[in-house]
């Protein structure tokens, strides 16, 4: 079975700051993918990860991919307050189609 | 282009009532995928459908649950005898057919139905 784990569940932080979200998945994968979501909203695509060593940067947030360690990263540099909202990742399994397994999530609280 | 419509928006139905779920995937795309969210938790992937036919439902729970996605209209998730533990946020998506094997498309996701059970 497919386990995907964030870390941290909670983050907050102050504007001007970096951090790292991290997240662990259990069995080879094919893909990857960042969403984020607000209170309350749908998902919002941010990043699909596809290959070994992928970086993909969009603003102030960029992921990545090690398929070796079964680990992605979404790092956000010098955050500002509308990045406050809660990430998932979400991981497709080779032999499943197209349905995708969510980690937990990551609250994300940037403080002016 | 519309993209992935659910109706309602919100719905609250008291205990052993009936919940009807709809969705209508974007133009052109023939897959639909439902997900449960449990408060304050992650998506939780339900059924996998193309029209007329169930590709994977080995997320949905094996009493009270059912979906379609007939040949024409919208996809339906059936709660029958909805009971608290019901209550949550259901997301569908919608994707393209893969044309070849091995070729994905990504998911667009709905506003979601927020389910209230009383």
């Known amino acids: 079975e497919l386990k995907v784990e964030q870390n941290p569940l909670f983050l907050s932080m102050q504007e001007g700051k970096n951090y790292t979200i991290y997240c662990n998945y259990s069995?080879?994968?094919?893909?990857l993918y960042w969403y984020r979501q607000d209170p309350g909203k749908s998902l919002e695509s941010l990043f699909v990860?596809?290959?070994?060593?992928a970086v993909k940067q969009e603003g102030r947030l960029m992921a990545s991919l090690d398929t070796k360690a079964r680990l992605s990263t979404l790092h956000i540099t010098a955050a500002v307050h509308d990045l406050s909202a809660t990430y998932f990742c979400?991981?497709?399994?080779?032999?499943?189609?197209?349905?995708?397994?969510f980690g937990g999530g990551t609250r994300l609280m940037v403080k002016p | 282009n519309a993209g992935v419509m659910q109706n309602p928006r919100h719905l609250v139905r008291r205990r052993g009532q009936e919940a009807r779920l709809r969705c209508s995937p974007m133009?052109?795309?023939?897959?639909v995928y439902w997900y449960r969210q449990l408060p304050e938790e992650g998506l939780k992937f339900m059924v996998y459908?193309?029209?007329?036919?169930?590709?994977?439902e080995s997320g949905m729970p094996k009493e009270r649950f059912s979906a379609e996605f007939p040949k024409e209209g919208p996809s339906i998730l059936r709660i029958q005898q909805v009971v608290r533990g019901d209550s949550a946020a259901y997301f569908c998506?919608?994707?393209?057919?893969?044309?070849?094997?091995?070729?994905?498309?990504?998911?667009?996701f709905g506003p979601g139905t927020r389910l209230t059970v009383t």
């Open positions: 998506a919608s994707s393209p057919s893969p044309s070849a094997e091995g070729q994905y498309y990504e998911q667009y």
């Open positions: 459908l193309q029209k007329e036919n169930i590709i994977d």
């Open positions: 069995t080879t994968s094919d893909r």
């Open positions: 979400a991981v497709v399994l080779g032999n499943a189609g197209n349905m995708l397994t």
């Open positions: 133009k052109g795309h023939s897959h």
């Open positions: 990860l596809l290959s070994n060593g």
